[in-house]
T-cell receptor
């Protein structure tokens, strides 16, 4: 059974720091991995999607990497800002189990960027 | 603007009552999903629908029911059989079910259900 783990559960950094969020998964048979952002009491916003054949994706100050063989992904945030404060979730899509779009989510990392 | 609308944002229910959460999308997406989010846990899939008049159970379907009579709408009913219904409920949709960009999910803002 696929399990997705995110460490740390919470992180507080001063503004301007570069930071790395970690996501690990137990089964490497995935189609893709997504990183989402969730603001308090709100829905999820997709940040980056990495296909299983890709090693990384970039969007602005965000860079996500994927090492499928070791079951790990990292989300790198450059020059963090207070507006980056949110919960960041990763999710993997299984490559088996029928024609479903089933995403397995991690529990998230709560990020606080202090001004 | 295209998007997903969930209502109500907050809902209070007495034990033993059924409640229905609304989810409407104007993205012309074929697939729609309901997830439940609890503190300290990842999102868990309740039900999903790939096409009108068809839906399948997710991982935690017991105590819930859905319908998909229109492409735009996928309401979720939390029945009295759901033993621990207090949670944050998220609706999502995607263009399709295939590999690649078509399966990127768009989420609504969520509905918070509290059982009194």
């Amino acid at each position: 059974k696929q399990e997705v783990t995110q460490i740390p559960a919470a992180l507080s950094v001063p503004e301007g720091e570069n930071l790395v969020l970690n996501c690990s998964f137990t089964d490497s048979a995935i189609y893709n991995l997504q990183w989402f952002r969730q603001d308090p009491g709100k829905g999820l916003t997709s940040l980056l999607l990495i296909q299983s054949s890709q090693r990384e994706q970039t969007s602005g100050r965000l860079n996500a990497s994927l090492d499928k063989s070791s079951g790990r992904s990292t989300l790198y945030i450059a020059a963090s800002q207070p507006g980056d404060s949110a919960t960041y979730l990763c999710a993997v899509r299984q490559s088996y189990g029928g024609a479903t779009n089933k995403l397995i989510f991690g529990t998230g990392t709560l990020l606080a960027v202090q001004p | 603007d295209g998007g997903i609308t969930q209502s109500p944002k907050y809902l209070f229910r007495k034990e033993g009552q059924n409640v229905t959460l609304s989810c409407e999308q104007n993205l012309n997406h074929d697939a729609m999903y309901w997830y439940r989010q609890d503190p300290g846990q990842g999102l868990r899939l309740i039900y999903y629908s790939q096409i009108v008049n068809d839906f399948q159970k997710g991982d935690i379907a017991e105590g819930y029911s859905v319908s998909r009579e229109k492409k735009e709408s996928f309401p979720l009913t939390v029945t009295s059989a759901q033993k621990n219904p207090t949670a944050f409920y998220l609706c999502a949709s995607s263009k399709g079910q295939g590999v690649g960009g078509a399966n990127v999910l768009t989420f609504g803002a969520g509905s918070r259900l509290t059982v009194l």
